[in-house]
């Protein structure tokens, strides 16, 4: 019994081809499909690529992209309709199962997708809209008993405000803490350190990286903006 020969719909409408010839290192040239081996069924059998030509028009090509898979489209059928006894009366009165789907978003792939397109060499880069905090307050000296009373005042604000805050109280270096800011990727980074008796604080956006020496109520007016805007 033969093995029937499947030929995609591109193959078949060819005048001639090289295909190979059952024999290792040989080919055969100027093949023609019907006449130099069977056609038993054509179809759509081969690999979509970059530059294929439209079916229809002949004039449109292919382009392929990248995408991230965010949720679930499923058909159920009867299945849970039938076993619920879920049904409806159709056009005629007479009683059909519901016909059942479901769809829904993941929400652990949805918070990859975001990371795998928000980052940089350092870490993540949170949209303020959905990070998990809204600001990053750190003091270089977990020691120094006024960065100290400076970053606990300016978290308790936030907290008021009703403005989540993440407070790194580490006793760690400076360099550590920063590093692992980045990492972490909170939108606004809020650096206490040899001016804050001052009143003086260093304001970072997480996306542009650009440093900025404010007060700490010009710091807390920014973001409780900021945050009104999102």
């Not at 020969?5 to 193959?11: F, G, K, N, T």
């Not at 290792?24 to 970059?50: I, K, Q, S």
């Not at 990492?183 to 956006?205: D, F, H, M, N, S």
């Not at 542009?208 to 973001?223: C, M, P, S, Y």
Request: proline share 4%.
């Amino acid at each position: 019994m033969g093995i029937p020969i499947l030929v995609d719909e591109a193959v078949a409408r060819m005048p001639s081809g090289v295909c190979g010839a059952n024999e290792a290192d040989y080919h055969v040239r100027r093949a023609v499909p019907g006449r130099d081996f069977a056609v038993h069924r054509t179809g759509d059998f081969r690999n979509a690529r970059e530059g294929d030509r439209c079916p229809r028009c002949g004039q449109g090509e292919l382009r392929l992209g990248r995408g991230i898979e965010v949720g679930h489209v499923f058909k159920l059928g009867t299945k849970y309709s039938e076993a619920l006894g879920a049904a409806y009366l159709d056009a005629e009165g007479r009683e059909r199962p519901l016909l059942m789907g479901c769809y829904g978003i993941g929400v652990s792939r949805l918070l990859a997708a975001i990371v795998e397109q928000r980052h940089d060499d350092k870490g993540i880069v949170w949209p303020a809209a959905i990070a998990p905090y809204r600001a990053h307050i750190v003091p270089v000296s977990a020691r120094d008993e006024t960065q100290k009373r400076v970053a606990e005042a300016l978290y308790e604000e936030l907290a008021r405000l009703g403005i989540e805050a993440l407070l790194d109280d580490r006793d760690e270096r400076a360099g550590v803490k920063f590093n692992d800011a980045d990492l972490i990727g909170i939108p606004y980074r809020i650096v206490v350190g040899k001016q804050a008796g001052e009143g003086l604080v260093e304001y970072t956006v997480r996306a542009d990286g650009e440093k900025r020496l404010l007060t700490v109520q010009d710091v807390i007016a920014r973001i409780r903006e900021a945050a009104a805007a999102t």
